[in-house]
Nanobody, 121 residues
Framework: VQLQASGGGLVQAGGSLRLSCAASGRTFSNYRMGWFRQAPGKEREYVAAITWSDSRTYYAGSVKGRFTISRDNAKNTVYLQMNSLKPEDTAVYYC???????????????WGQGTQVTVSS
């Protein structure tokens, strides 16, 4: 399984970026795809997730209303559209995949390499 994250960069506060996560190596129809981020000196935190089968989405409170997660079946790619970016959004962003098990918290077993997002004030 490979998850290839891309799309990071440097942007001014209030700007936008779109991250992509190209997935390959298996069928992800029973998986949930997530975005996480880790800022320097901080623990990795959950950002957003989407269930591949029904496109149900989930967001952390800190990004709700600003970020949008989506997926493209044909391209086997998950996106994270980030608008109204703030300096506190600066982090390395990782995409991940975890099997959906009803009644259980998703355990993300597969991780991409990360892409740097830097928001200047």
């Amino acid at each position: 399984v490979q998850l290839q994250a891309s799309g990071g960069g440097l942007v001014q506060a209030g700007g936008s970026l779109r991250l992509s996560c190209a997935a390959s190596g298996r069928t992800f129809s029973n998986y949930r795809m997530g975005w996480f981020r880790q800022a320097p000196g901080k623990e990795r935190e959950y950002v957003a997730a989407i269930t591949w089968s029904d496109s149900r989405t989930y967001y952390a409170g800190s990004v709700k209303g600003r970020f949008t997660i989506s997926r493209d079946n044909a391209k086997n790619t998950v996106y994270l559209q980030m608008n109204s970016l703030k300096p506190e959004d600066t982090a390395v962003y990782y995409c991940a995949a975890g099997l959906v098990v009803p009644g259980q918290v998703t355990k993300y077993d597969y991780w991409g390499q990360g892409t740097q997002v830097t928001v200047s004030s």
